[in-house]
């Protein structure tokens, strides 16, 4: 009598731990089964204590985890009303954890877009990734947990959490240039031209009277924008109407 051990598809008594695979120990006679020879099968467990209603060729431990495993079957040889003295086989199994690579970090450089920007994480049935998903600039803490710590660990042995920093930093923006139009008064509004931009909003560039106006530049969202050099503050420019000059009238010499 020997006992053939399974486990996710491969045939041995060591193995490594893969997620749903069942664990089969199948007991074969050392007679062949189309003989005439009946055979009736009980299982034990590692305390040699029945296990009740495993009496066929086979006993099956579903989605077995990790670890060490002992059982044997008692095989009965029935002829006609003969039946022979029951033969005991043992076997032993061992599930090792699975080891697993730590996944390695995603070396973008992310800007802000306004649109979702991820964190790349190689994919694994294994384990979960959280906060790889962001949109606004920032930094964020990406994490990657192992779903089942009794069943898997990382390749140097460890089972703790893994965080990965992911920064996406924020739009650079040109500074818009000065206008150097000399504008004089004309009674009518004039324009200190900004070139336009959806990144920011300009105010006080429409003026009408003589004199020095400021024109302000501010970014519309500084959490997410920043002028090229780094710096969010307002902008100002100063934006000059001269007074309109007068030919003072000639003396009527008459």
């Known amino acids: 009598l020997t006992i053939e051990t399974t486990y996710g598809g491969s045939t041995g008594n060591n193995f490594t731990y893969e997620k749903g695979s069942d664990l089969v120990f199948t007991a074969h006679p050392s007679h062949d089964l ?4 009946d055979y009736s099968y009980q299982w034990y467990d590692e305390d040699d204590q029945l296990i009740d209603g495993e009496t066929e060729p086979s006993y099956t431990v579903t989605d ?5 495993y002992r059982c044997s079957c008692i095989v009965t040889a029935s002829v006609g009303e003969n039946t022979s003295a029951g033969i005991k086989a043992e076997v032993t199994a061992a599930i090792d954890k699975r080891k697993l690579e730590k ?34 600039a920032g930094t964020y803490t990406v994490t990657v947990a192992l ?28 500074k818009p240039a000065e206008d150097n139009t000399e504008f004089v008064y004309s009674g009518k509004e004039q324009t200190y031209t900004i070139a336009p931009s959806d ?3 300009v105010t006080g ?3 009408t009277d003589a004199g020095t106006h400021t024109v302000t ?9 920043q002028w090229a050099d780094g710096s969010t503050d307002d902008l100002s420019y100063t934006f000059t109407i001269a007074k309109m000059g007068i030919e003072k009238p000639a003396e009527d010499n008459t």
């Not at 660990?153 to 965080?163: C, E, I, M, P, R």
Request: hydrophobic share 30%.
């Open 34 to 37: 189309s003989t005439g020879i």
């Open 147 to 174: 779903d089942d710590k009794a069943n898997c660990q990382w390749a140097d042995g460890s089972t703790d959490d893994l965080s990965y920093t992911f920064t996406i930093a924020k739009l650079g923006v040109e």
């Open 205 to 207: 560039n429409v003026q």
């Open 103 to 136: 996944p390695a970090a995603d070396d973008t450089k992310f800007i802000y877009s306004g649109q979702e920007q991820t964190y790349a994480i190689a994919p694994s049935e294994y384990y979960t990734v959280t906060g790889n998903v962001q949109t606004d």
């Open 199 to 201: 990144y920011y909003a």
């Open 64 to 68: 077995a985890d990790a670890g060490d």
């Open 217 to 225: 530049v501010v970014l519309k969202d500084k959490s997410n924008y």
